[in-house]
């Protein structure tokens, strides 16, 4: 990666720049910077000023300066009665702004996009493919995908090894890579310096870092405070096209003695730097007697880096074979042609402000170079101004600091007001109030007056003596006169809160001005969205700023790989990562590439919360679902795993639907056997119970027709007799008859 700067480090140091031609070039740069009117790097005043206004504590001496009367200018301004205590009115909307901008966080992402890695995870997921075909061939054979080459972890479906591809697969360069700069990042407390760019973008318009490399040779990323920072004028917000930066850094002469060369040293006069009128020490800065040590005492040190370019000639030299071939430059070759190869060197010095001393004086070590493009070389600061017009940044600082000096002004002036408002008194006609009599007794005036006081209630006299109308009610109160210019001033600052609120995008919704438990979710949803529309900039600005940052701090991490200063890193990342780096030096050769992934805020993790529930009560997915796209961060990764989980579900639903088709098919069929079965066994069954009854009933017959026939001849029997008794009856009727007969003929003859 660095091959240009190490070639030229083989070159000694005073043949390449002297130190005098370096301080010469830092001079003029800072003639530059300091001489130009468009450089806004230096409003450092007015950035004090801004920074003030934005922790709500302004320098309450402009407004005195307004307020008080000249009489008083010179006096004691206490004589207004008026509290100059700040209103933390603009601090409150800076912190919200601050919180939303701190808390849209994200996942840094390194991924390896040169041709050889893109051949690694082609063939990578070539593989995992047919490991997956594979095994769904062999599942119903009851082969484990296990003993097919997958893990548990591993994708069981092509789906599913898209997704993977997409945000689980990662190159073992990418890989180590990522790891040491999250280490780096952590070790140096990168969230502080994040939380400081952000404070910087939201009041001055402009966030700024840098990496470097300490004595004890570790990568360390810096923040530089935007008051501290300057450069050459440039129209680019993200400030690719400067040549020349630095900052204004406070280091003690024990420091500057450490950066001075043995030559630098032994030439400097630290004795007359300790006792200058700009020294300070570290527990006094109004201490300069000699109980201090010298190298505590603390001067105000510029750190420049500018690029220069320089040439390295090579030859061309054409082969008896017709291929050309390029190497050093030679003597005594026949058939080369000398090429000057133009590229980037970046130098650096340091320089003890109101001195004339320089000192650190050198080309920068291990200078940062692009993979894919070696001859650039690259300043250690990076800057993000998102708003950069005509060379002055679009600071939400500026937008609200008259803002909130009118709403000091207001606050002021109402508490002056308030203050000399007297209390509210009577007008009283005296002449209707005296001699009042009531039952012919007269009423004193002052205890009339006190009666009034007391109850409310007057007595006067409508007439006077000579009968005439006295007048009307002796009696009228007397308005103050201070709610006209109270509401006045109070309207001011209710306008000046309206006008803060539109400009920053918050509104009584998202700022908790106006709380309601009743509101519709969908309405805050919209509130909290046009917060977001408002200062969505601040979020990609701080963004852009960590991706530099990153970006640099990977090209040293490479570069380290493959000098083996990595080794410094083995303890934190590993016998495992430094093995990686040992076998694979060609890693400062790789194209990484930076990703950001964003966490979802706090209504899209609200949304995925309730597709989660829905899923979950339909069945769509699982508990075990549940709880792991619940610890995803990418927002498009959750989206993208809910479908593919659901998708799966639906295929083992359908499956499973299948199956229980299958299953209730053979039991029907098997019913269906066992109906038959059973049928067949109830025909036989019936059939010999038939058989059995009609045996039975054969018998019974036999036995019925016996007994009938019994039954006849019994029946005949009877018949006969009762035929015989019958003519019996009727032989000895006709006897009787005959006789009745006999009789009565004999008598009738007598009787003739």
């Known amino acids: 990666m660095n091959q240009y700067t190490k070639d030229s480090h083989d070159v000694p140091f005073s043949d390449k720049k002297k130190k005098d031609w370096i301080v010469t070039q830092a001079k003029k740069f800072w003639d530059v910077y300091t001489s ?30 307004i307020l008080v009367p000249k009489e008083l200018a010179n006096g004691d301004a206490s004589q207004m009665r008026i509290d100059w205590s700040p209103l933390p009115i603009v601090s409150k909307v800076y912190k919200m702004i601050h919180s939303i901008v701190e808390k849209a966080g994200y996942d840094i992402d390194i991924q390896a996009i040169d041709p050889v890695a893109q051949d690694d995870k082609e063939k990578y997921y070539a593989e995992l493919q047919s490991k997956i075909l594979m095994a769904n061939e062999l599942a119903e054979a009851g082969i ?23 945000f689980g697969y990662k190159h073992q360069a990418a890989y180590e890579c990522e790891s040491a700069l999250n280490l780096i990042l952590t070790d140096n407390k990168y969230d502080e310096i994040r939380s400081q760019v952000i404070d910087d973008l939201i009041t001055h318009g ?75 020490t570290r527990f006094n800065s109004n201490r300069t007697d000699r109980a201090i040590q010298d190298n505590n005492v603390m001067k105000h040190v510029a750190i420049m880096q500018f690029i220069s370019h320089s040439e390295i000639p090579y030859e061309s030299i054409k082969k008896e074979d017709g291929k050309t071939v390029f190497g050093h430059k030679t003597r005594g070759k026949k058939n080369k042609q000398i090429i000057n190869a133009n590229y980037d060197l970046v130098y650096e010095v340091r320089w003890v402000l109101d001195t004339d001393y320089y000192f650190g004086a050198k080309l920068v070590t291990n200078m940062k170079r692009d993979a894919n493009d070696l001859k650039r070389g690259h300043l250690n600061y990076h800057v993000v101004a998102p708003k950069l017009y005509e060379n002055r940044t679009f600071a939400f600082g500026d937008q609200v600091m008259a803002i909130d000096k009118a709403l000091h002004i207001a606050w002021f002036k109402l508490q002056n007001v308030i203050a000399r408002a007297k209390p509210n008194g009577i007008l009283i006609e005296a002449n209707a109030m005296n001699d009042v009599t009531v039952g012919g007794q007269k009423v004193p005036f002052k205890d009339n007056l006190a009666m009034y006081a007391f109850s409310g209630n007057l007595m006067y006299r409508k007439v006077d003596d000579d009968g005439e109308v006295a007048g009307d009610i002796p009696i009228r109160e007397l308005d103050n006169g201070i709610k006209d210019e109270a509401d006045r001033y109070f309207g001011i600052i209710q306008q000046e809160m309206q006008l803060l609120r539109d400009i920053t995008g918050f509104n009584e919704i998202t700022d908790g001005s106006t709380p309601n438990a009743r509101m519709l979710k969908s309405v805050g949803q919209m509130a909290q969205q046009s917060t977001n529309n408002a200062i969505n900039y601040l979020m990609t600005a701080e963004q852009k700023v960590t991706e530099k940052l990153c970006r640099s701090l990977m090209m040293r991490i490479q570069d380290a790989a493959e000098d083996g200063s990595i080794v410094g890193y083995q303890k934190a990342l590993g016998s495992n990562s430094m093995e990686f780096f040992k076998l694979s030096k060609d890693v400062s050769f790789r194209n990484l590439g930076i990703y950001f992934n964003n966490h979802p805020d706090m209504y899209e993790k609200e949304l995925m919360v309730q597709r989660l529930e829905t899923a979950l009560q339909s069945g769509q997915i699982t508990l075990s679902d549940v709880i792991w796209i619940e610890g995803m961060t990418n927002l498009y990764q959750q989206k993208l795993y809910l479908d593919s989980r659901i998708k799966k579900n639906e295929e083992r639903k359908a499956m499973l639907e299948r199956q229980n088709m299958e299953v209730n098919a053979q039991t029907q069929q098997q019913s269906l056997q066992m109906n038959q079965q059973a049928e067949q066994q109830r025909l036989q069954l019936e059939h010999q119970s038939k058989m059995e009854q009609i045996n039975a009933e054969g018998n019974w017959r036999m036995q019925i027709e016996q007994l009938r026939m019994q039954g006849l001849n019994v029946q005949e029997q009877e018949k006969s007799r009762a035929r015989a008794y019958q003519t019996d009856k009727n032989a000895d009727a006709k006897i009787v008859s005959s006789e009745i007969s006999s009789k009565g003929k004999e008598a009738a003859v007598e009787e003739e």
């Open 36 to 65: 130009t009117s468009k450089a806004f790097y230096n409003d450092r005043y007015k950035a004090v000023e801004r920074k003030l206004h934005m922790l709500g504590r302004p320098d309450t001496n402009q407004f005195k300066k």
């Open 144 to 166: 484990t995908p296990e003993e097919v080459g997958l893990s548990k972890e591993s994708p069981t479906s092509l789906e599913e090894a898209e997704i993977h591809m997409k």
């Open 206 to 280: 402009a966030g700024i870092v840098m990496d470097d490399i300490d004595f004890d040779g570790e990568i360390k990323p810096k923040y530089v405070r935007y008051e501290d920072f300057f450069c050459d004028p440039t129209n680019d917000p993200y400030h690719n096209d400067i040549t020349m930066c630095g900052h204004i850094e406070e280091m003690s002469i024990g420091q500057i003695k450490n950066y001075s060369s043995p030559e630098e040293y032994e030439t400097a006069d630290f004795e007359a730097m300790v006792h200058s009128a700009a020294s300070k």
